[in-house]
């Protein structure tokens, strides 16, 4: 067990939706970062927030958002799901910026399926 | 852009082989370098990690040698078992990029008894 808690473990939406993923990070981590795993890009990059603020940003699309709330959890927003936004995604946290960069501790996922 | 290339999978061994799965990395500067796993149904866990040319990462039998002149970190084990199978995705994370990771594609291990 990683410390880190994803809800749902398991979505299924229909296109043109809006879904909230949520993730709790392990208690005292302040960054929270946000993945893709799909079969066709793999372990993609989404954003990730540091206490609260948006420290960098990857490949996300402007439909999906994120924020990270005052209690250190955070939401990944999905809107306007087409098929390929089917995918497990993935909350993962750390210490501080000041940690060894790239020793995250990953949940489970939410496994998305847009039908 | 940074990226990371990893040996396609899948990987199937038998119980005792030895193992290597490639991984070679392109970054603008020096990054720390990661091993991860994911076994089925789970997260990825950090496996090992190097954070300089030359550091050696090793856990649980695993190890792997952070090698800036061929810009390699390649994943070995002596003697694999049942339970390794996993797919096993090799990750870079550049010192002032905050943190975040970038993953190769995986390779996935099957180890048959």
Redesign the interface.
């Known amino acids: 067990d990683?410390g880190?808690t994803q809800t749902p473990k398991h979505l299924i939406t229909a296109t043109g939706q809006r879904v909230t993923l949520r993730c709790s990070p392990r208690s005292g981590d302040l960054?929270v970062?946000w993945y893709q795993q799909s079969l066709d890009q793999?372990?993609q990059?989404l954003i990730?927030y540091?206490n609260g603020e948006e420290?960098?940003k990857?490949n996300i699309l402007e439909r999906f958002s994120a924020q990270q709330f005052p209690d250190l959890h955070s939401e990944l927003n999905l809107s306007s799901l087409e098929l390929g936004d089917s995918a497990l995604y993935?909350c993962?946290s750390?210490v501080t910026?000041t940690?060894?960069?790239?020793?995250?501790?990953?949940?489970?996922?939410s496994r998305l399926t847009v039908l | 852009g940074d990226s990371v290339t990893q040996m396609e999978g899948p990987v199937t061994l038998s119980e005792e082989a030895f193992l290597t799965i490639n991984c070679t990395y392109t970054a603008t500067g020096y990054p720390?370098l990661?091993w991860?796993v994911q076994y089925p149904?789970?997260?990825?866990?950090?496996l090992l990690?190097a954070?300089k040319a030359d550091d050696k990462g090793s856990n649980k039998g695993f190890e792997a040698t952070y090698r800036k002149e061929t810009t390699s970190f390649h994943l070995e084990k002596g003697s694999v078992q049942v339970s390794d199978s996993a797919v096993y995705?090799c990750?870079?994370?550049?010192?002032n990029?905050?943190?975040?990771?970038?993953?190769?594609?995986?390779t996935e291990l099957s180890v048959k008894p």
């Open positions: 990683s880190v960054s970062y793999g372990l990059f990730q540091y420290r960098a990857g993935f993962a750390s910026l940690s060894v960069p790239g020793e995250l501790f990953f949940g489970e996922g | 720390s990661f991860y149904g789970e997260g990825l866990q950090l990690k954070t995705f990750a870079l994370s550049e010192n990029q905050g943190g975040k990771l970038i993953f190769g594609q995986g």
